[in-house]
């Protein structure tokens, strides 16, 4: 039995290409710890926080897709309370070299909305190394300008890590 399974693992993973070609999709996630400065008025502080972004993706043309992530964050005030938020929204993101390269860079420009009145703005960019036909790891640069309500605005400036599966649409 454990012979057979390896097999269609095997087999499966065989016909997985790495592709950021239309027609094909792309799934993954990455994760962020930040730093963040809250400016609310005349008051001013400051947290911590980690943030995982689950995604998937479909390539619309050669290197640039589209797609959907949900949101999950934590953030602790220094010295203070602590905060849980989920949200989700749609990005979009470009590979800037040619397909077959091993090495990528990519930039990302999302939206995120959290309700009661929260969202943000995400950029994201860096590199994008091929580990094989089918997964990437990313390393990228991202910075968040979130708004929690009227009056309260946060940037948040983080390194992020990530893994990205392309698979090739049948």
């Known amino acids: 039995m454990k012979k057979i399974m390896l097999f269609m693992v095997m ?5 997985l290409t790495a592709q950021i070609t239309n027609p094909n999709w792309m799934v993954g996630g990455s994760g962020s710890f930040y730093s963040a400065h ?6 001013s502080i400051s947290s911590i926080g980690l943030e995982l972004r689950p995604n998937i993706g479909y390539f619309l043309m050669d290197n640039f ?3 959907l992530t949900p949101l999950f964050a934590y953030s602790k005030i220094r010295n203070g309370s602590s905060a849980t938020n989920y949200g989700i929204g749609p990005y979009i993101r470009y590979y800037f070299l040619r397909p077959e390269k091993r090495v990528n860079v990519l930039s990302q420009i999302g939206f995120t909305y959290s309700g009661n009145d929260s969202s943000s703005l995400n950029f994201k960019a860096g590199p994008a190394l091929f580990l094989n ?3 990437a790891l990313e390393m990228t640069l991202n910075y968040n300008l979130d708004k929690l ?3 309260t605005n946060y940037n948040i400036l983080s390194l992020g890590i990530g893994l990205q599966i392309h698979l090739e649409k049948y």
């Open 11 to 15: 087999v499966i993973a065989s016909n």
């Open 38 to 43: 809250l400016k609310d008025n005349n008051n």
């Open 65 to 67: 897709a589209v797609g």
């Open 133 to 135: 036909n089918s997964v």
């Open 149 to 151: 309500n009227s009056t």
